[in-house]
C-alpha cells in the first residue's frame, strides 16, 4: 500500500489534493505559521480519506510555543477523525503522554517514528529502537533512515521478517530501493510523493511511478 506524503503551505492546497479513500501523509509541520490557527483545519480530517497526522518538531525543538502548537494541532487532528498520529521516539515525555491519551481516547492507532538523516544503525540498534517504540505506545513502528551503501539497505528490510507492525524506509537516492521493496516484503506501507507536488524527504518516489512498478513486479509472479 502506498502513502502519499503532502507537505503543502495552505489548507485549501491540502483539501484540494486529498481525495476522499485515499491514503496520505499530512505533514502538518509544512503548513504556514498562519495556517496552523485556521478553523478549517480540522476539515481536511473529515475528507474520507486515511490520513496520518504528521507534526515534526523544529531541529532544535527548543521552542516552547511551538511545542505547545504542535501539540494542539496534533490534538485537533485526532479529534478530526485522523486514521493515525505519528509521534517521534524522542518527543518529549509529557508530548507523548498527551497525544497518546488523545488518541486513545478517539481510537486512533499511534505511529512512534525514528528517523536517522546521517545514516543506518546496526541491526542490534534498530531491534532496541523497535522495542522502545513499542513499549512506549506505538501500535506501529516507523524507521527511517539516510541509506548510504547496499548494506544500509539489507539491513532495513531484514527488520521486516515477522514484523507485520513494522514500515522502513530508506532516505537518500540509495534508499529508493527499501520504498519498493519494503511493501512487496511485509511493511504495511510505504511513503510516496505526489504526482505533482513537493517531495517531503529526500529520495521520496512519486506515486504514480511506484505503483507501477509494484504492479509490474506483482504480475511476474502471478
Known amino acids: 500500500m502506498i502513502c502519499i506524503s503532502l507537505g503543502l503551505p495552505t489548507i485549501r492546497q491540502l ?4 481525495e476522499p479513500g485515499g ?8 503548513l504556514k505559521p498562519s495556517e496552523l490557527v485556521n478553523p478549517n483545519i480540522d476539515e481536511v480530517f473529515r475528507t474520507g480519506a486515511r490520513l496520518i497526522a504528521t507534526f515534526r518538531p ?3 525543538g527548543s521552542d516552547a510555543a511551538a511545542e505547545t502548537t504542535r501539540l494542539a494541532v496534533l490534538q485537533r487532528a485526532v479529534g478530526a477523525g485522523a486514521a493515525y498520529v505519528d509521534i517521534e521516539l524522542d518527543a518529549p515525555t509529557a508530548h ?11 481510537g486512533c492507532p499511534v505511529i ?3 528517523h ?29 533512515c539516510q541509506v548510504n551503501s547496499p548494506d544500509d539497505c ?8 515477522g514484523r507485520p507492525d513494522l514500515v522502513v524506509t530508506g532516505m537518500g537516492p540509495l534508499g529508493r530501493i527499501v520504498r519498493l521493496a519494503a511493501p512487496l516484503l511485509g511493511s504495511p506501507f510505504t511513503y510516496a510523493a505526489p504526482d505533482d507536488g513537493p517531495l517531503t524527504a529526500p529520495g521520496q518516489i512519486r506515486a504514480g511511478e511506484l505503483e507501477q512498478i509494484i ?7 502471478s
Open 15 to 18: 483539501m484540494g489534493s486529498v
Open 23 to 30: 491514503f496520505y501523509e499530512i505533514r502538518l509541520d509544512l
Open 58 to 60: 523544529l531541529p532544535d
Open 96 to 106: 507523548r503522554a498527551a497525544i497518546l491519551a488523545t488518541a486513545k481516547a478517539h
Open 112 to 114: 512512534i517514528s525514528y
Open 116 to 144: 536517522d538523516f546521517e545514516g543506518t544503525p546496526a541491526r542490534d540498534a534498530m531491534i532496541d529502537i523497535i522495542e522502545r517504540s513499542k513499549a512506549g505506545g506505538g501500535d506501529l513502528v516507523k524507521i527511517a
Open 154 to 161: 539489507a539491513r532495513l528490510l531484514g527488520l521486516l521478517d
Open 215 to 221: 504492479q509490474q513486479i506483482d504480475s511476474l509472479s
